[in-house]
Nanobody, 119 residues
Framework: QVQLVESGGGLVQAGGSLRLSCAASGSFFSIDAMGWYRQAPGKQRELVAAVTSGGTTNYADSVKGRFTISRDNAKNTVYLQMDSLKPEDTAVYYC?????????????WGQGTQVTVSS
């Protein structure tokens, strides 16, 4: 019913930048929070950044000052601008959305996009 499609991942050198996008499509009433998580090999999935429908943002300490999350509510799209990338940022990045349907809410995940930062 709801799909999240990520794009923008790739391979960059340390210090480089990437911009991830995640577009929600399907049938839903509205989207509350949207965010990005990441999972590196052998590690737990962790929150990178999130933004509520009201614009409140939340960042992992490890990315503060380097990453910026934003959203375009008209396009149901969330972005993650990643600057000053470090090798430890290497992970699969997953888009997440808290979606309101008519009568209930649910969490949805994208399939992930690989970000690799070489040193």
């Amino acid at each position: 019913q709801v799909q999240l499609v990520e794009s923008g991942g790739g391979l960059v050198q340390a210090g480089g930048s990437l911009r991830l996008s995640c577009a929600a499509s399907g049938s839903f009433f509205s989207i509350d929070a949207m965010g990005w998580y990441r999972q590196a090999p052998g590690k737990q999935r962790e929150l990178v950044a999130a933004v509520t429908s009201g614009g409140t943002t939340n960042y992992a300490d490890s990315v503060k000052g380097r990453f910026t999350i934003s959203r375009d509510n008209a396009k149901n799209t969330v972005y993650l601008q990643m600057d000053s990338l470090k090798p430890e940022d290497t992970a699969v990045y997953y888009c997440n959305a808290d979606v309101r349907h008519w009568g209930y809410a649910n969490h949805y995940w994208g399939q992930g996009t690989q970000v690799t930062v070489s040193s």
